[in-house]
């Protein structure tokens, strides 16, 4: 009796341990991590269609279905982590209170086509950008604006 408790708690505990990977972020990585993937891009310019193209899917944006829309700052990660120090300001949400606004160089890459691949248009500007930011020390965690 003991043992079939004992296999039935390992059992258990394997589907809770699987059920728990099935709802880990994509990629593996954290919030911070999967910021910077998303939304890093220190070494180019940026700027152009090819550029969009080219980086959204290299960036895993284009899998399983194209993203409408993404941005990508142009800065070292010390800079854009440095926007976490700034004042805070209501997210978009307007019930987080996590929010911090910088200036910086960016590309905004915006869907064209779907079919038979993911086609982008590119623009390149420096504007105001606001970001999530969490943890501690303050990491960004989501691109807000």
């Known amino acids: ?3 079939q408790k ?3 708690l390992l059992l258990l505990s394997l589907l809770t341990l699987r059920l728990g990977l ?3 972020p994509s990629y593996g990585e954290t919030r911070y991590e999967k910021f910077q ?3 890093v891009d220190s070494t180019g310019p940026g700027g152009t269609d090819f550029y969009c193209n080219r980086r959204m899917d290299k960036q895993g944006m284009t899998r399983p279905k194209c993203k409408d829309f993404n941005t990508f700052i142009h800065e070292n990660i010390r800079t854009i982590n440095n926007i976490c120090n700034n004042p805070n300001i209501l997210c ?4 987080d209170m996590n929010c911090h606004e910088g200036v910086v160089r960016v590309t905004d890459c915006r869907l064209k086509e779907r079919s038979p691949h ?3 248009q590119g623009r390149g500007s420096t504007r105001r950008v606001v970001i999530a930011c969490d943890g501690c020390p303050l990491v960004p965690v989501h691109f807000d604006s």
């Open 1 to 3: 009796m003991a043992l």
């Open 6 to 8: 004992t296999l039935s």
């Open 22 to 24: 099935l709802v880990q």
């Open 37 to 39: 993937r998303q939304h």
């Open 92 to 95: 978009k949400n307007r019930y």
């Open 118 to 120: 993911c086609s982008y």
